[in-house]
């Protein structure tokens, strides 16, 4: 572990509450050794730093200014908690962010009073905040009692539909409710979109240094009185640019926007929003992701996502990789299948290097587009681009698409419109826990009519399924693929298109058949090596498709086995349940068939390493022989365990 900084100031700290006795001076110390202190956690255990660097001030003041846990801080995404755990009698395990048994890497109610509201997709704080103002107002009931409710919300996910409906029913309901716009102009992929033009016009242009000076003097400005203050700032500002105008038409009253990182500029104004603030309040604050570490304020991303580093150099030590990464894979052979046809398009929410859709703009950049933090409008987008003949590939991780369900319903599924879904970090991820993890998309896209739904083996096989979805116009189809680097199989030059709705064969045998479906057939290869010791040679099938399902080759396994395990990285509801409701539909089961289906369990599993968290899953080699064994009822050391 690196020398740890010397922090005499944060030593002293071991809750909020110790804040509010300090002098403002001792604040701006206690922001240098808090920096200090994240960037060293950090370079131990990898994680979100551009984020968290970037409000460290911002943190600090909040806490000092607030009385929290009863004051409710809900941090959007909440990538930028690290600041915050440092602050919240969590500094002892800082250095176990993201890790077995760790500390979480966004905020979690369960981990800590002082995490209200938990999070790790964004623009929910608006809503999540407007909700614990309903409820202290209503007489709600908790143990650490119900003040202020503050959001922290950045300009990425301020491009996304919800944080307008939270502000436009805030505005209607007029509760006293603090919404902080951290605007760094960035989100983790450069902010598109005419919200992050809005906020750029307040100070990219000539007046900006008018601008910031107008902004610091405005907090001599602000009350006593409050509303002559409120109203003569807010006359700068509209004098200057555009000021607030959009927020005020919402109903909150607009201040800023200021230095976040200007301890004299954020205390006064937080400490006068405090005191005299009456309904729906936005405070625009101007910070810079990376803040205060050189290789993150010079980094592409400012440092966004970053693996354990060199803290003197910046220099991350990652593993050197055996095989491409599933998502260059993808990238690569959309790439080459563009090349080929000029109406195939892709479309990304705000992930274009998370999804490899970089590499597509670098080559195609007008048919490229980043809709920004707004799932629900990529899905319905690229349904009118097909409505319109074109070919779009819709690139989101699983546990983002969630979030435009509906549309992929009503205006893709029903439609029948041969959207192409590109399912990236399907299964589990690891360090992102929960939140982040593939678990549901088999079940909500499999049981939509009409839908075609495949599932990559290996980094070959995604190749092969990228050029099924470009040729296929029949409807809606999808294919998934986890995080991380392929098996490292021999590559074919190009893909070539699958036969709809059939899988293959990989290896003969007897008595059982494993079905697979995705990336766990590797771990079917190793458990059948382990049962090949043990006598039994089973049949090794990989599905590609949980819809259609290949209906011969379900049907001849069961046929000639004594038992059929399916095995997929998904939950229940899926790929095995199409299977079960398929061999119950055809009287296989009156048949005496022996049929078993492993999915991920029904639990939330928290973040570790993703072997660790398939061990917590019993999806691993072992797991599967063990299964074997049971099902066939063979004495083991894996089957004597009862």
Not at 6 to 13: N, Q, S, Y
Not at 205 to 223: C, I, N, T
Not at 406 to 433: E, K, M, N, S, T
Request: charged share 20%; net charge negative.
């Amino acid at each position: 572990m690196p020398d740890q900084p010397a922090t005499p100031l944060l030593d002293r700290i071991s809750r909020p509450a110790d804040l509010h006795g300090l002098t403002d001076s001792q604040l701006v110390q206690l922001s240098r050794e808090v920096r200090e202190e994240t960037i060293s956690a950090v370079s131990v255990t990898g994680g979100h730093l551009g984020a968290g660097l970037g409000v460290v001030e911002l943190t600090v003041a909040l806490h000092a200014v607030f009385d929290t846990p009863r004051d409710k801080i809900v941090w959007d995404v909440s990538h930028q908690c690290y600041p915050h755990k440092i602050l919240t009698e969590r500094r002892d395990r800082i250095r176990t962010l993201r890790q077995k048994d760790g500390l979480s890497g966004f905020t979690k109610r369960s981990e800590s009073p002082y995490d209200p509201f938990g999070a790790a997709h964004s623009s929910t704080s608006i809503s999540a905040a407007l909700g614990f103002a309903v409820a202290r107002d209503l007489g709600g009931n908790v143990p650490e009692g119900l003040g202020d409710a503050i959001a922290v919300i950045g300009d990425g996910a301020m491009s996304a539909g919800m944080a307008y409906e939270a502000m436009n029913n805030a505005g209607h309901l007029k509760k006293r409710l603090i919404v902080i716009l951290n605007d760094n102009e960035m989100s983790i992929a450069p902010p598109v979109g005419a919200m992050s033009s809005y906020l750029s016009r307040l100070y990219a242009e000539e007046p900006f240094q008018d601008f910031k000076a107008a902004a610091k003097g405005a907090v001599s400005l602000l009350p006593y009185p409050f509303r002559e203050g409120a109203k003569r700032a807010k006359d700068i500002l509209k004098g200057m640019a555009v000021g607030g105008t959009l927020f005020e038409q919402l109903g909150f009253s607009y201040l800023g926007p200021i230095d976040g990182h200007d301890m004299n500029q954020l205390l006064p104004v937080l400490r006068t929003v405090k005191a005299r603030a009456t309904g729906p309040i936005l405070i625009h604050v101007l910070t810079k992701k990376g803040k205060g570490y050189g290789p993150a304020e010079n980094a592409r991303d400012k440092g966004h996502g970053v693996s354990k580093f060199n803290v003197l150099t910046g220099e991350q030590k990652k593993s050197p990789s055996n095989a491409p990464s599933y998502t260059a894979v993808f990238a690569e052979s959309l790439v080459q299948e563009a090349a080929d046809d000029d109406r195939i398009c892709a479309v990304t929410a705000a992930m274009p290097d998370g999804t490899g859709l970089n590499l597509f703009a670098e080559r195609y950049p007008s048919r490229c587009f980043d809709v920004g933090i707004a799932e629900q409008h990529g899905v319905t987008f690229s349904a009118g681009m097909a409505a319109g003949g074109l070919k779009p590939f819709c690139a989101m991780y699983s546990t983002f698409l969630q979030r435009g369900y509906d549309q992929v319903v009503h205006d893709v599924a029903i439609q029948r419109l041969p959207v192409r879904f590109a399912i990236d970090r399907a299964g589990l991820v690891g360090a992102d826990g929960a939140t982040h993890a593939g678990a549901f998309d088999v079940a909500y896209l499999a049981n939509l009519p009409g839908f075609v739904v495949m599932a990559a083996a290996d980094e070959a096989e995604l190749k092969h399924m990228v050029a099924t979805a470009a040729g296929y116009d029949d409807g809606p189809i999808a294919f998934r693929f986890p995080r991380g680097e392929g098996k490292g199989v021999e590559m074919p030059e190009r893909g070539t298109p699958l036969e709809i709705g059939k899988g293959r064969i990989i290896r003969t045998g007897s008595r059982v058949a494993l079905l697979s479906f995705g990336t766990r057939l590797a771990e079917v290869e190793k458990a059948s090596e382990a049962l090949a010791a043990k006598g039994i040679t089973p049949t090794i099938a990989d599905a590609r498709f949980a819809k259609p399902l290949d209906r011969d080759l379900i049907l001849s396994l069961a046929e000639d086995h004594e038992a059929l395990i399916t095995i997929e990285e998904g939950a229940v509801g899926g790929f095995g349940s199409h299977v079960a409701q398929l061999l119950a539909d055809e009287g296989v089961f009156d048949r005496g068939l022996k049929y078993r289906s492993m999915v991920l369990p029904d639990i939330f599993i928290d973040q570790a390493s993703p072997a660790d968290m398939y061990a917590v899953a019993g999806m691993n080699a072992g797991d599967i022989e063990a299964k074997v064994l049971d099902v066939l009822a063979i004495a083991s050391l894996g089957a004597q365990r009862a």
